[in-house]
């Protein structure tokens, strides 16, 4: 079916509101950029298919006739209408809304990232997440996420948009239960007795970055007793007596408070290292992707991750 109203029909009504308005032909024309013969055409036009009269005229002034007053009544509240559907859509493309694709560290994705995130989607109920967990390194040829958080420090790149977020500082740790039993390290030697939590990346155990004695940060590898991949395992472990670790220290604090963890040789921790948020570099941010990177730099701005 096609529609009842023109162009021109639009075009009459912009005419007449604007004529009502301005209470003058004149001045309406001067408004639109027109003649004055155009308005005064186009409204007789419009009246004529309307059967009725919506101005009073003589050589002076216009002004509306009662039907006229009901007529641009009528107008106008269609006119705010499509106002409302315009901004209630503006509202829609701009809201928080869709799948953001997230990869994070499994410790901290579990402890912290999880009830942020969901706080969002419950906030905005149209965005929602994939989530998933491992610690490898960013590749920027295998980008299958939309946003990705580490630890250490990334660098901008072709590929890639990195931003920091709140520093972390590394520590040594062991449970009260293990200590008790095997005594506490006092020198990075006596690491060698002792069984030692690792995380495993593949064939080659990662090593711990500690300071030496020119108090530089430097990789230091102790003899694994386990390697475990996974961070939350590792914590798991380490609680139940398993050796000592290397861990953030914002993931471990209740324990430590609780006195379930005790932290070693402080002495050797390295210099803190970068939280970072990498995405995909791209020409636009979909809104929902927006919204998630700039929650958590504001977080990061109240030490949220620290």
Request: proline share 6%; glycine share 6%.
């Amino acid at each position: 079916m096609s529609p009842s109203i023109s162009l021109d029909s639009f075009k009459s009504l912009i005419y007449f509101i604007t004529a009502a308005q301005q209470k003058s032909f004149t001045n309406a024309a001067e408004e639109l950029g027109v003649s004055k013969s155009t308005i005064g055409k186009s409204i007789s036009r419009l009246e004529e298919n309307l059967g009725i009269t919506l101005f009073h005229r003589n050589t002076r002034k216009i002004t509306l006739t009662t039907e006229g007053e009901g007529y641009l009544k009528s107008c106008l509240d269609a006119l705010q209408t499509l106002e409302s559907a315009q901004n209630l859509l503006r509202a829609n493309i701009n809201a928080p809304n869709g799948i953001v694709r997230i990869d994070m560290p499994s410790a901290f994705g579990r402890k912290v990232m999880i009830p942020i995130l969901m706080e969002m989607s419950s906030e905005h109920p149209r965005l929602s997440f994939i989530i998933t967990f491992n610690d490898k390194v960013i590749d920027p040829q295998d980008l299958g996420f939309d946003l990705a958080i580490r630890f250490g420090e990334v660098k901008d790149s072709l590929d890639l948009v990195a931003k920091n977020l709140n520093d972390q500082q590394l520590v040594l740790c062991a449970s009260t239960l293990y200590l008790k039993k095997n005594g506490i390290p006092n020198t990075l030697e006596d690491l060698n007795q002792h069984q030692c939590l690792v995380a495993w990346r593949g064939a080659t155990p990662l090593g711990w970055l500690l300071k030496n004695e020119n108090l530089q940060d430097v990789r230091f590898y102790p003899k694994p007793f386990h390697q475990i991949s996974d961070g939350d395992a590792m914590v798991d472990a380490c609680l139940l007596g398993a050796g000592i670790m290397q861990f953030p220290l914002s993931l471990i604090k209740e324990h430590i408070v609780e006195n379930k963890l005790q932290i070693i040789l402080p002495e050797f921790n390295p210099e803190p290292t970068k939280l970072s948020i990498i995405w995909p570099r791209t020409p636009v941010l979909l809104p929902g992707l927006r919204y998630v990177i700039d929650t958590l730099m504001a977080l990061s701005e109240k030490s949220k991750f620290s």
